[in-house]
């Protein structure tokens, strides 16, 4: 099994800046892709960054340039840092990693979810 634990988020600002953490845990053989999602209420979940076990980013276009996704193979942890904050930036975001994690004997490719960490940009 494999525990992700986010934190990081608030309530800030507009123009304000907030790290996200997501680290995860458990029985974990490797890490591929890491990556945030975030789901604006009455609306869908959506992309904002992803990044490889290598440390190539992809990101949403609504936040390229404003925010920054790395991660610490070492620590199991990916971040976010995002700057220029908008409020429409605000919404539950939700960490996302693919592991490569034991299963009855066998290794297994599998996904998981964070439970989600709210950010709130005022204006």
């Known amino acids: 099994q494999v525990q992700l634990v986010e934190s990081g988020g608030g309530l800030v600002q507009a123009g304000g800046s907030l790290r996200l953490s997501c680290a995860a845990s458990?029985?974990?053989?490797?890490?591929?892709?890491m990556g945030w999602y975030r789901q604006a209420a009455g609306k869908q979940r959506d992309l904002v960054a992803t990044?490889?076990?290598?440390?190539?980013?992809n990101y949403g276009d609504s936040v390229k340039g404003r925010f920054t996704i790395s991660r610490d193979n070492a620590k199991n942890t990916v971040y976010l840092q995002m700057n220029s904050l908008k409020p429409e930036d605000t919404a539950v975001y939700y960490c996302?990693?693919?592991?490569?994690?034991?299963?009855?004997?066998?290794?297994?490719?599998?996904?998981?979810w964070g439970q989600g960490t709210q950010v709130t940009v005022s204006s």
């Open positions: 996302n990693v693919n592991v490569l994690t034991y299963s009855d004997s066998a290794l297994v490719r599998k996904n998981y």
């Open positions: 990044i490889t076990s290598g440390g190539s980013a």
């Open positions: 458990g029985t974990i053989f490797s890490i591929n892709t």
